[in-house]
């Protein structure tokens, strides 16, 4: 083989892979959007069979020569090559270690369980959809020993989510949290209670939209190669490469803040995807690296920015225009501290920014239990109800609101949730970094995110996956994580609200 | 090979086939519903890449060998995998006569003759796509000589979107068509105009979209597997199987007879796709088999059943319900009269069923001429405002509503015209046949499709793509087809309405 050749078929190996996950993701999109009701055996059918092609194509002998062949040749390869020789080794080599047929059977089983979870969660009927809950923890752990038989199961997932991540890590940072944030959580409950009603009204879902649309542009998305749609629970994908991105938001006629911040948490995932290099689409640096890095940048966009006092300030006058009757006898303060207050509750994705936390925690402990053994599936509902009362004080009414609340786990997602709070804790120490030079609440209070973007353009979006999420960190900052900087901010931001 | 495995080996390629076919048909419907401005770059990126290998899959050496091995097998075939065996043999047959570098190089070309077309109907500037015309109808000639260069190259793509059609049967057709209906068209000119002032007014597109899932319903298409968008022109696709079936449709804030004309025409469609007996997904012979028997189905449930005194008489209250503004003073007759008016016009979607045939004739000679060489791309423009001034006796106003109005020609679909007038024809005699077992009119007139649809279903849908249009026709009408019925519906029809 010819090292140009080589190359070649790199570039090309790529570009095939990205066609066919352009095809899966908007098979998953088009489910979560547009397809009608009875379909999922459908879509099933075909994901079956493009995720075996695309198996074969990146499993297979003649693509395992290739990448072994430039791996021995990375001297000369450039950096890029040579990272993504290096991922998509790493893929193949796991690939490689899970059995064909069972993956294949996996891939179907995913679809299934999101058609049961999106059926269970409706009719709040946790039995049915345990079968397939059941089904995606054994695959998870079967996986895991297949690749990694000599690490913990949960371990190895947790790495892969966010890489250089494993229980031991997360069981500190999660301590170090618990440490300051049940004191926190506790003082502010202490203070006469803020009032949201302020959020609540009538918000028409057109007026909604609107607003949906303003932010995106505010934010600084490319409203060209960024699409907006509804669906039960906001995410965001890309199709085949950065340059075709969607976000989903929700629309609760009665809270305008609810899609709002959805909005804008998806926002900052599709402003990192998009801000890759543009030539780094059809490769496999395409997009972010990891999940945490991820979660940095949504929960940056969402809670830094979007819930600081300065942006709230420059919004307000606008959030008028788009709802005149709802919002004319209200103040941006109320709303300001309305968004902000703590107040422990059901649902993770409507939390405020100090409880968040403890949610994700209430998650990656029952994961863990459930990886290990130590908790049925049928019992899982229990223990959900039971820690939502012990560590929130909140009773949960049915497993709608409870255990079924999240897409996460019906797509075998397990492992995920604890880059959420990773995230958030990488985000406040790179606001620190960025405040040495850029003045983030000045450009917040005139709605100006250019320099902000500039900066995270500059220091994180364009690399996509070239540097791990250490080395990219380590680049960035200049120093080692340290989740303190995270309970700073959060403690100032109380103070700030709360007042004491 | 053994003849068990190789029929296996076939039911899996066709299942590769569906999977590949289900992407690239999402792939542009999200291009037509959903996607950003700005992505059709990166979609046409995945469709390149899925197309090729799609194309390496139905005409390598592989699915040669298995599909010849078959064929000569075929006496012990069931006849459903004899038929899947001929339609892709005739496939790989026509695609292994053409160049692979002429075929890529016309792939591309129909991206670029689409985007010109686009472009040029929007400026009604016919200079600016005529290259691209030129280089359509060239490839059709040179393409059909290499698949048949015994047959007229006319005739060849003629009997490609209709089996057994070709231009001596379309002359006559043609011919006896023109007979009676250009005095027909004339009969009611004399008459005392129809106002169609009725349809017009305020129809809120939130009401037209409530009355499109309606009207779906009354159809009695399944809405678990099958959902409705809007796009700038209508249309219906499948996702890899008749279990996912979409349609579209175009609201006019004005008229509310656009929209809800187009939805029972795709619901025709989808009717006949979804109608496919369930073990005939994923294989060659599911959804339709021709152009022609298509839309003698959704023309059939467009204006033999929606636009039949019946039918309105049964709709009118409901329509009333939907929109009770606008049609507070009118009355159901006003609307059946409206929406059977004969009046020649520019648009071929918007023409009446009577004055539409004549459309479809201009295209015919027009295409004919052309690949006959008698006619210059160039003077394509004046001769088609010749014949429109000729056979309707209306003048075209520009090219965007002449020449430009269709999109057919832009991707290469020359020869495609005729079948929507030969199902036009097919439904009117397909008409008669169930009138002797369905009493119609009785069904219509309580708004129940149920019999109609029965009937349909046992003749035509579930067979799919078993039997060729010839042979189905022929099963169901027991006698030749003979446009006579055609022409017998519209003069009674005619009579009906303009009371002669």
Known sequence: MELNEAREQLKELQEKLSAYDHAMSLINYDGDTAAPRGTAENRAHAQGILSEMAYILSTGQETMDLLEYLDAKKDVLSERERRQVELLLKDIRYMQKIPEDEYIAFEKAIVESQAAWHDAKEASDFASFAPHLEKMFDYTIRFAR?????????????????????????????????????????????????????????????????????????????????????????????????????????????????????????????????????????????????????????????NILGRSPAFIRFLFPKLQEFFPDALKNVTWQEVCRAVNRVQPSLIRTEADEVTYTLH???????????????????????????????????????????????????????????????????????????????????????????????????????????????QLLSQVLGEPFDPAYYLNYLERKCLEIYGF
């Not at 949960?154 to 991540?165: A, F, Q, S, V």
């Not at 609101?401 to 709070?421: K, N, T």
């Not at 995230?423 to 709605?447: I, W």
């Open 146 to 302: 297949y690749a990694a038989p000599e690490k913990d199961p949960y371990d190895y997932w947790l790495g892969e989510y966010e890489p250089g991540i494993n229980q031991e890590i997360c069981d500190a940072f999660f301590d170090q949290l618990r440490a300051r944030l049940v004191p926190l959580i506790r003082a502010c409950g202490e203070k006469p209670p803020i009032s949201d009603a302020c959020l609540h009204g009538d918000f028409p879902e057109a007026q909604q939209e609107a607003l949906a649309h303003y932010l995106m542009k505010l934010m600084g998305l490319d409203m060209d190669h960024v699409g907006l749609s509804t669906t039960e629970h906001p995410f965001t994908t890309s199709l085949g490469s950065h340059l075709d991105e969607r976000i989903t938001t929700h629309y609760q006629r009665d809270d305008f803040s609810a899609s709002m911040y959805s909005v804008i948490h998806e926002g900052g995932h599709a402003l990192y995807d998009t801000g890759s290099d543009d030539d780094l689409a059809y490769t496999a640096l395409d997009g972010g690296v990891s999940m945490g890095i991820h979660e940095s940048q949504s929960r940056f966009y969402e």
């Open 360 to 470: 994700v925690m209430i998650r990656y402990e029952l994961e863990k239990r459930v990886m290990h053994g130590e908790l049925k599936i049928c019992d899982l509902p229990g223990e959900w109800n039971r820690l939502y009362q012990e560590y929130l004080g909140v009773t949960v009414p049915d497993d709608r609101r409870g255990v079924l609340q999240d897409s996460h786990w019906s797509f075998a997602a397990i492992g995920y949730f604890p880059s959420y709070a990773l995230g958030s804790a990488y985000g406040a120490q790179l606001l620190a970094k960025m405040k040495e030079s850029v003045d983030v609440d000045a450009a917040l209070s005139r709605g100006d995110f250019a320099p902000i973007n500039e900066w995270n353009r500059r220091h994180i979006w364009r690399y996509g996956a070239l540097y791990t999420p250490k």
